[in-house]
């Protein structure tokens, strides 16, 4: 069965940090690349950040050395270390394969980026 689950969110004043967690079966972490989406109140989901199985990673334009993306194969569990936070990144963060698999969309975690 394919589950992910994430964790880290919260609150977190402008110029701060946060590290996103995303716990994966071990079935879709150990075949598909992963990556995190995030979605704003009224705008599509996006891709922020994906990392490939063999360690490749790649970035949104608007999260270029702020966000880091990361993988530990060992916990089955992708992880986005979060730097430099602005406003403009609050958002709904989802972990998922990419591309995604429609049925394995978890809950996300909310990043809340004000003063």
């Known amino acids: 069965q394919v589950q992910l689950v994430e964790s880290g969110g919260g609150l977190v004043q402008p110029g701060g940090s946060l590290r996103l967690s995303c716990a994966a079966s071990?079935?879709?972490?150990?075949?598909?690349?992963m990556a995190w989406y995030r979605q704003a109140p009224g705008k599509q989901r996006e891709l922020v950040a994906a990392i490939t199985t063999g360690g490749s990673t790649n970035y949104a334009d608007s999260v270029k050395g702020r966000f880091t993306i990361s993988s530990d194969n060992a916990k089955n569990t992708v992880y986005l270390q979060m730097n430099r936070l602005k406003p403009e990144d609050t958002a709904v963060y989802y972990c998922n394969a990419r591309p995604p698999i429609m049925s394995a969309w978890g809950q996300g975690t909310q990043v809340t980026v004000s003063s």
């Open positions: 071990r079935i879709i972490f150990s075949i598909y690349d």
